[in-house]
């Protein structure tokens, strides 16, 4: 299987000494993460002579630099004559493990040559207007095939999407060969490559630019796993479900058909090494299943540290800050019992109500949802007395989710004390008729006679 790679390009660098400092920290903190399936950073240097290209790249020197820290130099020369101008020999010199040429050059079949000759690992680079089949042929003189998804030159481009089928054309042509995608590459562009057989990415702007080099390789990572597992969820079963459609309350979201076992998985393989900036990052997608992943780290998160406030604190706070994020059933399920239901259960009792009331109280869809469910953490602490108290605050709602939610909090209670929650059902439900769809959520682990007892049809009593 090929190695994936990050191919970091420093062209945009204003200080390129410091950055390949910071990027080797960062490279070194990554390989101490105990995850075996991760990207290989490696550096890119593109290389320029203000002729094949109206720019002026970095300098080879810089080589020298990155091999001092330890890292594969992926050399990318966008240059006219790269033989006879003296790059290769130079790039060699300073230790270059990768040199790419261009195949639109003059002299291309002599470079070529050359660099086989030096038994040096020799790539060939396209123009995304260049046709992918002319290079077939040199299919056994090269080790990889650099595919340009943006005009060479300059750095900051948008990525071209028309470039993708000659992505899709290059994975069946050269698939035992590392296939390398230059331009735009970013958080959402990498996707396809993930998908269709690439295995390096050259990432520049979105990395060097970002304010911390090891939370953007992160969270590249996270991105890498979720996209290589099989899209075998039923999107339109999820579809219907998550009401993703015309005038649904899921509408304009995007679901990429990761199923959610796979999305738990991603998330317990990485809680233990993302910051909150990372987490908000996912939080923030417009992917359904990125967001879905941002409560499941949460949700780890919280779980691992239930007696530390201080933690459980900041997760919370990540949650209101990003409430408009949480929109769907799944989230607030997931987001209720175990990321606030956790923070809840550890404040004094004023904090406590004035927390949970004013979700109860929201006039916001998801937040009610979200309070709602919250209980379900108090009712698996034993706490069925506060439960019955919250839910009378949300017991006769109209919305067909509030009335699951409490149906859903009233059957966990039902659990720890059968006789508690039928009284409770029978005396609300004589008193004003309850939501049907409540009472099936809260009586479906019932029997017969006590479903009938709620609905007073048989006069039967119970002792609490």
């Not at 094949?52 to 820290?69: H, P, R, S």
């Not at 966008?78 to 050059?105: C, F, N, Q, S, W």
């Not at 030159?153 to 296939?179: L, T």
């Not at 299943?289 to 933690?311: C, G, H, P, Q, W």
Request: proline fraction near 1%.
């Amino acid at each position: 299987m090929k190695q994936e790679n990050i191919s970091i390009s420093i062209l945009n660098a204003e200080d390129k000494n410091m950055v390949l400092d910071n990027l080797y920290k960062a490279n070194k903190k990554i390989n101490e993460i105990k995850v075996l399936d991760k990207f290989n950073n490696i550096i890119h240097f593109d290389i320029m002579d203000n002729k094949f290209v109206k720019n002026v790249g970095v300098e080879l020197e810089y080589i020298k630099t990155a091999k001092k820290y330890g890292f594969v130099a992926d050399v990318h020369l966008m240059v006219k004559r790269p033989l006879e101008d003296g790059y290769i020999d130079r790039a060699i010199d300073y230790g270059a493990d990768l040199i790419t040429i261009h195949y639109e050059i003059d002299n291309f079949e002599k470079a070529l040559k050359y660099l086989n000759d030096k038994n040096i690992r020799a790539g060939v680079a396209i123009k995304p207007n260049t046709d992918i089949k002319d290079i077939q042929k040199y299919k056994n003189k090269i080790d990889t095939v650099l595919i340009m998804t943006v005009e060479p030159g300059y750095g900051g481009q948008k990525y071209i999407d028309e470039v993708n089928e000659k992505i899709k054309i290059a994975s069946k042509i050269f698939s035992d060969k590392n296939i390398e995608i230059d331009g735009g590459v970013n958080e959402d562009t990498i996707r396809f490559g993930i998908e269709n057989g690439v295995s390096t990415f050259v990432i520049g702007t979105s990395i060097v630019k970002s304010k911390n080099y090891y939370n953007t390789l992160v969270k590249y990572n996270i991105i890498r796993q979720l996209e290589k597992f099989n899209k075998k969820a039923d999107k339109k079963f999820d579809e219907n479900t998550l009401m993703i459609k015309d005038g649904g309350y899921g509408y304009g979201d995007i679901l990429l058909g990761i199923c959610v076992p796979d999305t738990r998985k991603c998330s317990k393989v990485w809680y233990k090494y993302v910051t909150y900036d990372t987490i908000e990052f996912f939080l923030k997608s417009k992917y359904h299943e990125y967001r879905r992943l941002a409560t499941f780290l949460m949700s780890n998160i919280s779980k691992d540290n239930k007696e530390n406030i201080k933690v459980l604190k900041d997760v919370n706070n990540i949650i209101e800050s990003n409430i408009q994020f949480i929109n769907n059933w799944d989230l607030t399920d997931e987001v209720g019992p175990n990321i606030l239901g956790y923070y809840l259960m550890l404040l004094d009792k004023t904090n406590q109500d004035k927390v949970l009331n004013r979700y109860l109280s929201s006039n916001k869809i998801w937040e009610k949802r979200i309070g709602i469910v919250s209980l379900l953490r108090f009712a698996r602490n034993g706490q069925n007395d506060f439960c019955l108290k919250k839910i009378n605050l949300v017991l006769y709602e109209d919305f067909h989710l509030f009335q699951k939610a409490s149906g859903w909090v009233l059957r966990e209670v039902y659990k720890n004390c059968n006789d508690l929650v039928i009284k409770y059902l029978y005396t609300n439900n004589k008193k004003k008729k309850l939501p049907s769809i409540l009472l099936s959520y809260a009586t479906e682990k019932m029997n017969k006679q006590q479903k009938d007892y709620i609905k007073n049809i048989e006069n039967i009593s119970f002792k609490c």
